[in-house]
């Protein structure tokens, strides 16, 4: 079991970079590591994970080729790394964590599928 805490929100002009980190209670090393966010008035949506070894990364198609998920096993440490912001990106991100998700099979892109939730960190980009 892991208790996650998301830092690195804020506000940033469209256009702009934001780096989210996600930390860990414990040994991620585990588990499936991954991101969602929720808008105001929108379902939560899945954005982006990432397997154990970091080998392998899966991206919902609206942040691809502008949103890095990475980790650090040793720190117990995720990290969303965003740039090229849009004000639709503009959201509370949460950091997800779960053993049994597994992505190359289409499990792991729906919340229902996640255990573990942090808090979440809210992301607003002004155009």
């Known amino acids: 079991q892991v208790q996650l805490v998301e830092s690195g929100g804020g506000l940033v002009q469209a256009g702009g970079s934001l780096s989210l980190s996600c930390t860990a209670s414990?040994?991620?090393?585990?588990?499936?590591m991954g991101w969602f966010r929720q808008a105001p008035g929108k379902e939560r949506e899945f954005v982006a994970v990432?397997?154990?070894?970091?080998?392998?990364?899966w991206y919902a198609d609206s942040v691809k080729g502008r949103f890095t998920i990475s980790r650090d096993n040793v720190k117990n440490k995720a990290y969303l790394a965003m740039d090229n912001l849009k004000p639709e990106d503009a959201a509370v991100y949460f950091c997800?964590?779960?053993?049994?998700?597994?992505?190359?099979?289409?499990?792991?892109?729906?919340?229902?599928?996640?255990?573990?939730w942090g808090q979440g960190t809210q992301v607003g980009v002004s155009s």
């Open positions: 414990g040994r991620i090393v585990d588990y499936y």
């Open positions: 990432i397997n154990r070894g970091s080998s392998d990364t």
């Open positions: 997800v964590a779960d053993d049994e998700v597994n992505p190359y099979y289409d499990i792991g892109f729906h919340e229902r599928e996640y255990k573990y």
